[in-house]
């Protein structure tokens, strides 16, 4: 697992604090601490995952990158909306690396979302 450095903390989540994310590294079974991930298959923009199916043997060797940490399910969506909206703020588009690297390019294809706008609208090439 790897910890972002400005780890997203759900209300609740905060209140517990240190004790909560002692109890992750120290691989303690909390069924109700959940974790948001980048994604690890498909289009999503991001993942949550209750944080006991971290430490089964399947996930235990897998690189996760934890994005944030939330105490319920709904926690979890409400920091997830916050995630989203502050990505969708700085970088005009939906696309979590841009967003975690501080860059306005998506790998896929290096147009932002305002430039395949502009290019739709207009018809230029940008």
Same mark, same amino acid.
């Given at each position: 697992?790897?910890?972002?450095?400005?780890? @997203?903390?759900? /209300?609740?989540?905060?209140?517990? &604090?240190?004790?909560?994310?002692?109890?992750?590294?120290? *691989?303690?079974?909390?069924p109700?601490?959940?974790?948001i991930?980048?994604?690890?298959c498909?289009?999503?923009i991001?993942?949550?995952?209750?944080?006991?199916?971290?430490?089964?043997?399947? @996930?235990?060797? /897998?690189?996760?990158?934890?994005? &944030?940490?939330?105490?319920?399910?709904?926690?979890?969506? *409400?920091?997830?909306?916050?995630?989203?909206?502050e990505?969708?703020?700085?970088?005009?588009?939906?696309c979590?690396?841009?967003?975690?690297?501080?860059?306005?390019?998506?790998?896929?294809?290096?147009?932002?979302?305002?430039?395949?706008?502009?290019?739709?609208?207009?018809?230029?090439?940008?």
């Open positions: 697992m790897r910890w972002m450095e400005h780890l @997203y903390v759900g /209300e609740k989540a905060g209140r517990r &604090g240190a004790d909560l994310m002692k109890g992750l590294r120290e *691989e303690r079974l909390q109700d601490v959940y974790v991930t980048s994604p690890q498909g289009h999503h991001l993942d949550i995952w209750p944080s006991v199916i971290l430490f089964s043997p399947p @996930y235990r060797k /897998e690189d996760i990158r934890i994005i &944030g940490v939330a105490v319920t399910y709904w926690e979890a969506l *409400e920091v997830v909306r916050q995630i989203v909206d990505m969708y703020r700085q970088t005009g588009g939906f979590l690396n841009d967003f975690l690297a501080g860059r306005d390019v998506c790998p896929a294809d290096g147009k932002t979302l305002r430039h395949r706008v502009n290019e739709e609208k207009y018809g230029a090439k940008i």
